[in-house]
């Protein structure tokens, strides 16, 4: 009896908590495929909405996908074999490597751009190019790319496999690309995931790099919170969630296949 | 080439980015610190100075506050879904993580729904008690946005750490005849400090450093990191906000290290 009820009593707590976090989701869904959302859903169903918003805000979702794949492409010639060397290498040197990458995860994405800004807000081309938003994605995700790639070395034999192909005299870059590379793919597959989802939303460091010509995603969301009609806002955040919705499915779907290996 | 220099030559890309785009503009940034009218000095206004100051006891109390209000609600719903198998339970556990990918401007749009001018909560009490609810542009609306984005991170690291739980200390703490809530206060929530630690600490730092939740929100609430987003772009005062930045960092960075330390675990913010 009195399991029953404490059984119950944290069942109900744990459903108030998921609706906290659930309703205001779906309020937003619906206010933005609905008329007008001051008088319900009963004033009728819209795609209005959603058709302004792609009028408006076009060019922020293609420039936030753009700066997304970028930043994947950056974070994978770069984080990958250095994932690689960093477990090679090992010791102190790799660890202090590690541990300064993973910096620009414990410091507040403001103080990052700000230090972007001072030290290159002159250079006026960069300033005003998306370069510059990329170069803040690229040092903000790369800890994920790095770190999810080392995970796997850590758990697949690297040394073995990479030291018998060497004695079969396969060439260093030989070996990266037909040993190394492909023992890591699910280490890269889900890094992949994460700096693409994690660009897309980045706004913290985007809201002090961006120009009004190089407006992502999340900073014409802002835009749109601050001075658009809440069904415009809405139908914007629909769109948001349409698209960030099935990267994080897929990381979940990942995750659970490695759970079950 | 050797193995040797191919290695190195694996490490260059990430150590070019890095030192260019990170290492070198941080540096700046504390240099920047100091270079405004008082100096090194200036690195102190942020304990001297009455408005800076009030600021961030204001900001450390708000993180405080919604990292013990997250650990107990993870806490006890973490437990319950880890603990017990009934349907629905999976959907359930995916209702409360996926706002883990949101951004904070979202965030803070997710709590205007709720409380602001149109929300649900002001529609609510106006039906209810005839006068409406509206807070989101307060402190505890900047307070549940935070609570919003913390919670589906505490709630996975306490579920993973109620998994590795050895059930069997808690069934010989009970056959010694203790009450089911000495078992909890004395064998599980013990067993469970290591992860209290590690993900209090993300909650704290990431509470402490969020811009965007504040930034959708914020009329008039005095953070840390809105004072140093107007101080740098209304009052231009680069000097100050550097100095205010780098001060942030290095608190947010001094707690993830320390619970790190502490519970040996790798930590990290985000948000």
Known sequence: MRDRLIFTGQFIFTLFVAAFLVVPAGLSISAGVTVNYFRGIQSGVTL?????????????????????????????LAGVPAAYALHAR???????????????????????????????GSFGDFRRSWLFILVGHVIFTMPFMVRSVMAVFATVDIKTLDEGAASLGASPWRRFCDVIVPNALPGILAGALMVVTLSLGEFNLTWMLHTPLTKTLPIGLADSYASMRLEVASAYTLIFFVMIIPLLVAMQLLADRDNKR | MSQRSFVWFCLLPLAVVTTAFFLLPMARLVVAGAEGPHGLAGYLAILTEGRYRATLINTVLLAAATTVVTLIVATIAGM????????????????????????????GFMII???????????????IFGEKLVFAYSIYGLFLGYLYFSIPRVILTIMAAVQKLDVGLEEAARSLGASPWAVQRDVVLPALAPAF???????????MGAFGTAFTLATNIDVLPMLIYTEFTLAANFATSAALSVGLGLITWLILALARTFSGSAVAAAG
Do not use: C, K
């Open chain 1, 48 to 76: 209005q909405w959603v058709a302004q918003v792609w009028e408006l805000y076009a060019g922020t979702i293609l420039l936030s996908f753009v700066i997304a794949f970028a930043t994947l492409a950056v974070t994978l």
């Open chain 2, 197 to 207: 630690v590690a993900s209090g600490a993300i909650a704290f730092a990431t509470a």
């Open chain 2, 80 to 107: 319950f879904l880890q603990r017990h198998r009934f349907p629905g339970r999976a959907v359930l556990i995916a209702m409360l993580t996926f706002p883990l990918a949101f951004p904070g401007v979202v965030v």
């Open chain 2, 113 to 127: 729904l709720l409380a602001g001018r149109q929300g649900l909560i002001g529609d609510l009490s106006n039906r």
């Open chain 1, 90 to 120: 090992g010791g102190r040197l790799a660890r202090i490597v590690e541990e300064i990458i993973t910096l620009p995860l414990a410091i507040p994405g403001l103080a990052i751009a700000l230090a972007l800004l001072l030290t290159y």
